[in-house]
Protein backbone atom coordinates (compact mmCIF):
# COMPACT_ATOMS: atom_id res chain seq x y z
CA UNK A 1 0.00 0.00 0.00
CA UNK A 2 1.03 3.63 -1.07
CA UNK A 3 1.92 5.88 2.00
CA UNK A 4 0.57 9.32 1.84
CA UNK A 5 1.74 12.09 3.58
CA UNK A 6 -0.80 15.11 4.23
CA UNK A 7 1.21 18.77 3.67
CA UNK A 8 -0.73 22.10 4.16
CA UNK A 9 0.58 25.13 2.30
CA UNK A 10 -0.05 28.43 3.21
CA UNK A 11 1.92 31.48 1.46
CA UNK A 12 1.67 34.89 1.65
CA UNK A 13 2.25 38.16 0.59
CA UNK A 14 2.64 40.98 2.36
CA UNK A 15 2.75 44.39 0.75
CA UNK A 16 2.77 47.72 2.51
CA UNK A 17 3.52 51.51 1.20
CA UNK A 18 6.06 52.92 2.20
CA UNK A 19 5.52 57.31 2.65
CA UNK A 20 4.37 59.48 -0.14
CA UNK A 21 6.42 57.46 -3.24
CA UNK A 22 4.23 54.51 -2.56
CA UNK A 23 6.82 51.98 -2.40
CA UNK A 24 6.25 48.94 -2.12
CA UNK A 25 7.53 45.86 -0.88
CA UNK A 26 6.73 41.95 0.18
CA UNK A 27 7.80 39.17 2.05
CA UNK A 28 6.85 35.56 1.35
CA UNK A 29 5.88 32.96 4.25
CA UNK A 30 5.54 29.22 3.85
CA UNK A 31 3.80 26.97 6.67
CA UNK A 32 2.98 23.33 7.27
CA UNK A 33 0.26 22.88 9.12
CA UNK A 34 -0.35 20.03 11.35
CA UNK A 35 -2.08 18.94 14.52
CA UNK A 36 -0.02 18.34 18.09
CA UNK A 37 -0.15 14.62 16.75
CA UNK A 38 1.71 15.32 13.42
CA UNK A 39 -1.44 14.72 11.67
CA UNK A 40 -3.09 16.50 8.50
CA UNK A 41 -4.40 20.24 9.87
CA UNK A 42 -7.69 19.02 7.91
CA UNK A 43 -8.88 15.76 6.40
CA UNK A 44 -10.42 16.19 3.75
CA UNK A 45 -6.78 17.97 2.43
CA UNK A 46 -5.44 16.19 -0.42
CA UNK A 47 -2.64 14.02 -0.14
CA UNK A 48 1.21 14.17 -0.80
CA UNK A 49 3.19 11.25 -1.33
CA UNK A 50 5.81 10.97 1.21
CA UNK A 51 8.69 10.37 -1.47
CA UNK A 52 7.73 13.53 -2.45
CA UNK A 53 6.65 15.06 0.74
CA UNK A 54 10.06 14.89 1.79
CA UNK A 55 11.53 16.39 -1.31
CA UNK A 56 9.22 19.38 -0.41
CA UNK A 57 10.02 19.94 2.98
CA UNK A 58 13.51 19.73 1.98
CA UNK A 59 13.25 22.43 -0.70
CA UNK A 60 11.29 24.61 1.67
CA UNK A 61 14.06 24.22 4.56
CA UNK A 62 16.24 25.26 1.93
CA UNK A 63 14.28 28.23 0.73
CA UNK A 64 13.77 29.04 4.44
CA UNK A 65 17.41 29.41 5.11
CA UNK A 66 18.01 31.28 1.77
CA UNK A 67 19.64 28.60 -0.05
CA UNK A 68 17.67 28.96 -3.19
CA UNK A 69 19.81 26.83 -5.56
CA UNK A 70 19.94 23.95 -3.18
CA UNK A 71 15.75 24.36 -3.17
CA UNK A 72 16.04 24.85 -7.00
CA UNK A 73 18.18 21.24 -6.99
CA UNK A 74 15.47 19.46 -4.68
CA UNK A 75 12.39 20.24 -6.95
CA UNK A 76 14.81 19.37 -9.80
CA UNK A 77 14.77 15.53 -8.82
CA UNK A 78 11.12 14.63 -9.06
CA UNK A 79 9.22 13.34 -12.20
CA UNK A 80 6.75 15.85 -12.45
CA UNK A 81 4.97 13.82 -15.13
CA UNK A 82 4.17 11.49 -11.92
CA UNK A 83 2.77 14.28 -9.85
CA UNK A 84 -0.80 14.21 -8.95
CA UNK A 85 -1.88 17.83 -10.10
CA UNK A 86 -2.30 18.82 -5.95
CA UNK A 87 1.50 17.83 -5.75
CA UNK A 88 1.83 20.06 -9.08
CA UNK A 89 0.46 22.90 -7.41
CA UNK A 90 2.29 22.41 -4.66
CA UNK A 91 5.71 22.56 -6.30
CA UNK A 92 4.88 26.08 -8.49
CA UNK A 93 3.98 27.33 -5.26
CA UNK A 94 6.96 26.28 -3.78
CA UNK A 95 9.02 27.78 -7.33
CA UNK A 96 6.92 30.93 -6.57
CA UNK A 97 8.36 31.89 -3.43
CA UNK A 98 11.94 30.79 -4.76
CA UNK A 99 12.14 33.13 -7.53
CA UNK A 100 10.09 35.91 -5.68
CA UNK A 101 12.73 35.51 -2.72
CA UNK A 102 15.00 36.13 -5.73
CA UNK A 103 13.42 39.20 -7.03
CA UNK A 104 12.67 37.70 -10.17
CA UNK A 105 8.91 38.85 -10.02
CA UNK A 106 7.97 37.89 -13.67
CA UNK A 107 9.11 34.01 -13.32
CA UNK A 108 7.16 34.33 -10.07
CA UNK A 109 4.49 35.06 -11.13
CA UNK A 110 4.32 32.36 -14.53
CA UNK A 111 4.97 30.13 -11.72
CA UNK A 112 1.19 31.21 -9.80
CA UNK A 113 -0.29 30.81 -12.96
CA UNK A 114 0.82 27.42 -13.25
CA UNK A 115 0.00 26.69 -9.91
CA UNK A 116 -3.20 27.56 -10.67
CA UNK A 117 -3.63 25.82 -14.16
CA UNK A 118 -2.09 22.57 -12.18
CA UNK A 119 -5.66 22.15 -10.69
CA UNK A 120 -4.62 21.25 -7.48
CA UNK A 121 -5.69 24.40 -5.93
CA UNK A 122 -9.25 24.87 -4.11
CA UNK A 123 -11.39 27.86 -4.94
CA UNK A 124 -9.85 30.00 -2.19
CA UNK A 125 -6.27 28.86 -2.60
CA UNK A 126 -7.17 30.01 -6.34
CA UNK A 127 -8.61 33.23 -5.27
CA UNK A 128 -5.34 33.73 -2.82
CA UNK A 129 -2.98 32.80 -5.79
CA UNK A 130 -4.64 35.90 -8.03
CA UNK A 131 -4.31 38.31 -5.69
CA UNK A 132 -0.60 37.66 -4.95
CA UNK A 133 0.40 38.15 -8.45
CA UNK A 134 -1.79 41.31 -8.58
CA UNK A 135 0.26 42.37 -5.68
CA UNK A 136 3.42 41.19 -7.73
CA UNK A 137 2.52 43.58 -10.55
CA UNK A 138 2.99 46.35 -7.69
CA UNK A 139 6.09 45.27 -6.47
CA UNK A 140 6.87 45.96 -10.20
CA UNK A 141 5.40 49.21 -10.27
CA UNK A 142 3.18 48.36 -13.11
CA UNK A 143 0.02 50.16 -11.67
CA UNK A 144 -2.37 49.81 -14.48
CA UNK A 145 -1.57 45.64 -14.80
CA UNK A 146 -2.13 45.70 -10.94
CA UNK A 147 -5.15 47.20 -10.87
CA UNK A 148 -7.05 45.47 -13.75
CA UNK A 149 -5.69 42.39 -11.61
CA UNK A 150 -7.32 43.52 -8.39
CA UNK A 151 -10.06 44.28 -10.00
CA UNK A 152 -10.38 40.75 -11.46
CA UNK A 153 -10.16 39.85 -8.30
CA UNK A 154 -12.59 41.93 -6.93
CA UNK A 155 -15.07 40.83 -9.26
CA UNK A 156 -15.21 37.46 -7.33
CA UNK A 157 -14.00 38.23 -3.90
CA UNK A 158 -16.69 37.47 -1.22
CA UNK A 159 -15.32 39.67 1.39
CA UNK A 160 -12.40 41.71 0.52
CA UNK A 161 -10.55 43.49 3.70
CA UNK A 162 -9.23 46.73 3.71
CA UNK A 163 -5.61 45.95 2.46
CA UNK A 164 -7.28 45.16 -0.86
CA UNK A 165 -9.16 47.88 -1.63
CA UNK A 166 -6.17 49.99 -0.21
CA UNK A 167 -3.74 48.30 -3.23
CA UNK A 168 -6.11 49.31 -5.49
CA UNK A 169 -6.41 52.79 -4.30
CA UNK A 170 -2.09 52.78 -4.64
CA UNK A 171 -2.77 51.65 -8.24
CA UNK A 172 -4.71 53.87 -9.50
CA UNK A 173 -3.22 56.57 -7.87
CA UNK A 174 0.33 55.77 -8.80
CA UNK A 175 -1.55 56.33 -12.32
CA UNK A 176 -2.74 59.63 -11.84
CA UNK A 177 -6.38 58.35 -11.61
CA UNK A 178 -7.56 60.08 -8.60
CA UNK A 179 -11.15 59.82 -9.04
CA UNK A 180 -10.83 55.92 -8.89
CA UNK A 181 -8.36 56.29 -6.63
CA UNK A 182 -10.80 57.77 -3.64
CA UNK A 183 -13.63 55.49 -3.87
CA UNK A 184 -11.27 52.23 -2.53
CA UNK A 185 -9.14 54.78 -0.30
CA UNK A 186 -12.07 55.64 1.81
CA UNK A 187 -13.12 51.77 1.96
CA UNK A 188 -9.70 50.65 2.72
CA UNK A 189 -9.90 53.37 5.74
CA UNK A 190 -13.21 52.69 6.72
CA UNK A 191 -12.83 48.95 6.62
CA UNK A 192 -9.55 49.26 8.83
CA UNK A 193 -9.62 47.54 12.10
CA UNK A 194 -6.31 49.46 13.84
CA UNK A 195 -5.43 52.45 12.44
CA UNK A 196 -2.78 52.88 9.43
CA UNK A 197 -0.85 56.19 8.74
CA UNK A 198 -0.14 55.09 5.35
CA UNK A 199 -3.97 54.50 4.22
CA UNK A 200 -5.09 57.33 6.27
CA UNK A 201 -2.60 59.56 4.13
CA UNK A 202 -3.42 58.17 1.24
CA UNK A 203 -7.08 59.47 1.33
CA UNK A 204 -5.86 62.46 2.65
CA UNK A 205 -3.90 62.90 -0.44
CA UNK A 206 -6.51 62.75 -2.53
CA UNK A 207 -9.14 64.60 -0.43
CA UNK A 208 -6.34 67.62 -0.38
CA UNK A 209 -6.31 66.95 -4.05
CA UNK A 210 -9.72 67.68 -4.41
CA UNK A 211 -10.24 70.86 -1.73
CA UNK A 212 -12.15 68.64 0.31
CA UNK A 213 -11.01 70.35 3.13
CA UNK A 214 -13.50 69.78 5.70
CA UNK A 215 -12.71 65.88 5.11
CA UNK A 216 -8.68 66.31 5.14
CA UNK A 217 -9.10 68.05 8.50
CA UNK A 218 -10.60 65.11 10.06
CA UNK A 219 -8.19 63.26 8.52
CA UNK A 220 -5.33 65.07 9.82
CA UNK A 221 -6.84 65.37 13.11
CA UNK A 222 -7.10 61.57 13.32
CA UNK A 223 -3.36 61.27 12.20
CA UNK A 224 -1.70 63.90 14.55
CA UNK A 225 -3.48 61.84 17.43
CA UNK A 226 -1.64 58.83 15.91
CA UNK A 227 1.35 59.83 15.54
CA UNK A 228 2.16 63.28 17.28
CA UNK A 229 5.57 63.30 16.82
CA UNK A 230 5.26 63.77 13.18
CA UNK A 231 5.44 67.56 12.54
CA UNK A 232 4.31 67.00 9.46
CA UNK A 233 0.70 66.79 9.82
CA UNK A 234 0.55 69.61 12.12
CA UNK A 235 1.96 72.14 9.73
CA UNK A 236 -0.82 70.40 7.18
CA UNK A 237 -3.44 71.03 9.66
CA UNK A 238 -2.79 74.42 10.13
CA UNK A 239 -2.18 75.14 6.79
CA UNK A 240 -5.73 73.60 5.68
CA UNK A 241 -7.33 75.73 8.23
CA UNK A 242 -5.48 78.42 6.75
CA UNK A 243 -7.44 77.49 3.25
CA UNK A 244 -10.64 77.76 5.09
CA UNK A 245 -10.03 80.94 6.51
CA UNK A 246 -9.98 79.84 9.67
CA UNK A 247 -7.05 82.04 10.77
CA UNK A 248 -7.02 81.31 14.68
CA UNK A 249 -7.55 77.66 14.55
CA UNK A 250 -4.04 77.72 11.87
CA UNK A 251 -2.69 79.47 14.88
CA UNK A 252 -3.84 77.05 17.32
CA UNK A 253 -2.36 74.17 15.17
CA UNK A 254 0.95 76.01 15.20
CA UNK A 255 1.29 76.74 18.65
CA UNK A 256 1.04 73.27 19.74
CA UNK A 257 3.37 71.86 17.52
CA UNK A 258 5.94 74.83 18.86
CA UNK A 259 5.29 73.87 22.38
CA UNK A 260 5.88 70.30 21.57
CA UNK A 261 9.43 71.33 20.26
CA UNK A 262 8.30 70.51 16.44
CA UNK A 263 8.87 73.34 15.02
CA UNK A 264 12.73 73.62 14.30
CA UNK A 265 12.96 75.37 10.80
CA UNK A 266 13.44 78.90 10.34
CA UNK A 267 10.36 78.93 7.31
CA UNK A 268 7.97 77.20 10.62
CA UNK A 269 9.13 80.00 13.21
CA UNK A 270 8.06 82.66 10.53
CA UNK A 271 4.76 81.39 9.81
CA UNK A 272 4.01 81.25 13.79
CA UNK A 273 5.39 84.41 14.06
CA UNK A 274 2.84 85.40 11.13
CA UNK A 275 0.16 83.74 12.08
CA UNK A 276 0.73 85.53 15.91
CA UNK A 277 0.97 89.08 14.30
CA UNK A 278 -2.33 88.34 12.24
CA UNK A 279 -4.15 87.21 15.23
CA UNK A 280 -3.63 90.36 16.96
CA UNK A 281 -0.98 88.71 19.67
CA UNK A 282 2.28 90.68 18.02
CA UNK A 283 4.25 90.61 21.69
CA UNK A 284 4.30 86.63 21.39
CA UNK A 285 5.15 86.54 17.87
CA UNK A 286 8.13 88.79 18.91
CA UNK A 287 8.92 86.13 21.92
CA UNK A 288 8.98 83.46 19.85
CA UNK A 289 11.41 85.50 17.01
CA UNK A 290 13.66 86.67 19.67
CA UNK A 291 14.02 83.34 21.44
CA UNK A 292 14.21 81.55 18.35
CA UNK A 293 17.04 84.18 17.23
CA UNK A 294 19.30 83.69 20.22
CA UNK A 295 18.71 79.70 19.65
CA UNK A 296 20.04 80.21 16.58
CA UNK A 297 16.73 78.33 14.29
CA UNK A 298 16.36 81.37 12.47
CA UNK A 299 18.78 82.87 9.56
CA UNK A 300 19.27 86.58 10.40
CA UNK A 301 18.16 88.48 7.27
CA UNK A 302 16.65 91.89 6.35
CA UNK A 303 13.06 90.35 6.32
CA UNK A 304 13.56 88.18 9.63
CA UNK A 305 14.71 91.75 11.44
CA UNK A 306 11.70 93.75 9.62
CA UNK A 307 9.14 91.01 10.74
CA UNK A 308 10.41 91.08 14.76
CA UNK A 309 10.31 94.91 14.15
CA UNK A 310 6.75 94.60 12.93
CA UNK A 311 5.62 92.70 15.99
CA UNK A 312 6.91 94.99 18.27
CA UNK A 313 5.66 98.16 16.56
CA UNK A 314 2.04 96.45 16.42
CA UNK A 315 2.45 95.43 20.20
CA UNK A 316 3.38 99.56 20.35
CA UNK A 317 6.83 98.60 22.05
CA UNK A 318 8.85 101.18 19.97
CA UNK A 319 11.65 101.24 21.78
CA UNK A 320 12.10 97.06 21.13
CA UNK A 321 11.55 97.67 17.23
CA UNK A 322 14.32 100.15 16.99
CA UNK A 323 17.69 97.93 17.28
CA UNK A 324 15.76 95.19 14.66
CA UNK A 325 14.36 97.68 11.82
CA UNK A 326 18.09 99.68 12.17
CA UNK A 327 19.45 95.80 10.93
CA UNK A 328 16.87 95.52 8.64
CA UNK A 329 17.67 98.61 7.22
CA UNK A 330 21.21 98.62 6.64
CA UNK A 331 20.85 94.74 4.87
CA UNK A 332 18.03 95.72 2.90
CA UNK A 333 18.57 96.62 -0.86
CA UNK A 334 16.19 99.53 -1.13
CA UNK A 335 15.61 102.73 1.23
CA UNK A 336 12.33 101.64 2.23
CA UNK A 337 13.25 100.66 5.65
CA UNK A 338 15.07 103.43 7.08
CA UNK A 339 12.19 105.66 6.49
CA UNK A 340 9.83 102.75 8.31
CA UNK A 341 12.49 103.11 10.79
CA UNK A 342 12.52 106.90 10.51
CA UNK A 343 8.47 107.09 11.28
CA UNK A 344 9.17 104.75 14.39
CA UNK A 345 11.60 107.69 15.35
CA UNK A 346 8.83 110.08 14.94
CA UNK A 347 6.65 107.82 17.01
CA UNK A 348 8.84 108.08 19.63
CA UNK A 349 9.15 112.03 18.91
CA UNK A 350 12.88 111.56 18.67
CA UNK A 351 13.65 114.19 16.03
CA UNK A 352 17.05 113.85 15.28
CA UNK A 353 17.22 109.97 15.27
CA UNK A 354 14.29 110.14 12.51
CA UNK A 355 16.21 112.65 10.38
CA UNK A 356 19.49 110.85 10.53
CA UNK A 357 17.01 107.75 9.74
CA UNK A 358 15.65 109.50 6.86
CA UNK A 359 18.72 110.97 5.38
CA UNK A 360 19.97 107.12 5.28
CA UNK A 361 16.80 105.94 3.56
CA UNK A 362 16.81 109.04 0.86
CA UNK A 363 20.72 108.41 -0.13
CA UNK A 364 20.38 104.79 0.05
CA UNK A 365 17.22 105.34 -2.98
CA UNK A 366 14.86 103.39 -4.72
CA UNK A 367 11.62 104.56 -2.40
CA UNK A 368 8.45 103.16 -3.21
CA UNK A 369 7.15 106.31 -1.99
CA UNK A 370 10.08 109.32 -2.55
CA UNK A 371 7.64 112.10 -1.64
CA UNK A 372 6.70 110.54 1.51
CA UNK A 373 10.17 110.38 2.58
CA UNK A 374 10.57 114.36 1.82
CA UNK A 375 7.33 114.82 3.38
CA UNK A 376 8.78 113.36 6.78
CA UNK A 377 12.01 114.80 6.46
CA UNK A 378 9.94 118.24 6.73
CA UNK A 379 8.23 116.92 9.61
CA UNK A 380 11.29 115.98 11.79
CA UNK A 381 13.35 119.21 10.94
CA UNK A 382 10.12 121.03 11.36
CA UNK A 383 10.15 119.57 15.22
CA UNK A 384 13.75 120.46 15.85
CA UNK A 385 12.30 124.03 14.72
CA UNK A 386 14.63 124.28 11.20
CA UNK A 387 11.89 126.10 9.57
CA UNK A 388 13.43 126.81 6.30
CA UNK A 389 15.14 123.90 5.70
CA UNK A 390 11.73 121.92 6.44
CA UNK A 391 10.21 124.21 4.21
CA UNK A 392 12.34 123.21 1.38
CA UNK A 393 11.47 119.17 1.76
CA UNK A 394 7.78 120.22 2.04
CA UNK A 395 8.04 122.10 -1.12
CA UNK A 396 9.56 119.20 -2.59
CA UNK A 397 6.59 116.46 -1.14
CA UNK A 398 4.11 119.02 -2.21
CA UNK A 399 4.60 118.15 -5.89
CA UNK A 400 3.03 114.85 -5.02
CA UNK A 401 -0.88 114.46 -5.52
CA UNK A 402 -0.56 112.41 -2.72
CA UNK A 403 1.08 115.04 -0.18
CA UNK A 404 0.10 117.48 -1.40
CA UNK A 405 -2.08 118.69 0.76
CA UNK A 406 -0.30 117.59 4.25
CA UNK A 407 2.68 119.78 2.87
CA UNK A 408 0.85 122.56 2.04
CA UNK A 409 -0.99 122.93 5.54
CA UNK A 410 2.67 122.98 7.02
CA UNK A 411 3.90 125.06 4.47
CA UNK A 412 1.34 127.62 5.81
CA UNK A 413 1.85 126.86 8.68
CA UNK A 414 5.87 127.67 8.49
CA UNK A 415 5.15 130.97 6.93
CA UNK A 416 2.89 132.03 9.91
CA UNK A 417 5.69 131.13 12.11
CA UNK A 418 8.36 132.93 9.99
CA UNK A 419 5.89 135.65 10.05
CA UNK A 420 5.40 135.74 14.23
CA UNK A 421 9.00 136.34 14.68
Not at 57 to 74: M, V
Request: glycine share 6%.
Amino acid sequence: MKTHATVVWTTHIVVGVLAAGAILSGVVALAQQTDSRGRSASASTPTIDLATGKVLNAAIEALNAERHDEALAAIATLDRDELSPYENSRVEQILFSIFYAQGQYPAAREHLQRAIEAGGLNAGEIAQAQYQGAQLFMTEERWQDGAAALEEWFSAAVSPNSAAYYLLAVAYYQMGDYTRALPPAQRAVDLMDREQESWIGLLLALRLQREEYDEAIRLLQRLVVLVPERKTYWLQLSSVYGQKEDYVSSLAIMQLAYDAGLLTEDAEIRRLADLLLFNELPYRGAQVLMAATEAGTVTLDDKLYEKLANCWIAAREFDHAVAPLQSAAELASTGDVFVRLGEVHVQREDWPAAQGALERAIVKGRLSDAAGAQWLMGVSLFSQQQLDAARAWFEQSEQSVRHRDASRAYLDLIESELAAR
